[in-house]
């Protein structure tokens, strides 16, 4: 499985960004697809994932209510509409995805074997 990403850029705060990301490949069974962040002397961890069998969701906590995880199946596409950004969701942001995930484990940034390119997400206060 290839992940390209796409999205990302520079926004004041209260703004929104839309990260979306394609995947090459297999996205039958278990397939999951999500958005991992990494900041500065911060731990990764999984802002939103989706599951394609079920459409099963998953949010980090910080964002609930505020960014939303969907698909176009037949795009093979999943886009992560961000709104009402504050500084502290400044990160690089990766799309990620597994072909073998379990509903347990779709917040679990080890678990998810395919990396696409980063892309920075910069808010400003």
């Known amino acids: 499985v290839q992940l390209q990403a796409f999205g990302g850029g520079l926004v004041q705060a209260g703004g929104s960004l839309r990260l979306s990301c394609t995947a090459s490949?297999?996205?039958?069974?278990?397939?999951?697809m999500g958005w991992l962040r990494q900041a500065p002397g911060k731990e990764r961890e999984i802002v939103a994932a989706?599951?394609?069998?079920?459409?099963?969701?998953y949010y980090e906590d910080s964002v609930k209510g505020r960014f939303t995880i969907s698909r176009d199946s037949a795009k093979k596409t999943v886009y992560l509409q961000m709104n009402n950004l504050g500084p502290e969701d400044t990160a690089v942001y990766y799309c990620?995805?597994?072909?073998?995930?379990?509903?347990?484990?779709?917040?679990?940034?080890?678990?998810?074997?395919?990396w696409g390119q980063g892309t920075q997400v910069t808010v400003s206060s």
């Open positions: 490949g297999r996205t039958d069974g278990s397939y999951a």
């Open positions: 989706l599951r394609w069998r079920g459409g099963s969701t």
């Open positions: 990620v995805a597994d072909n073998a995930l379990i509903l347990s484990n779709m917040g679990n940034p080890s678990a998810y074997k395919y």
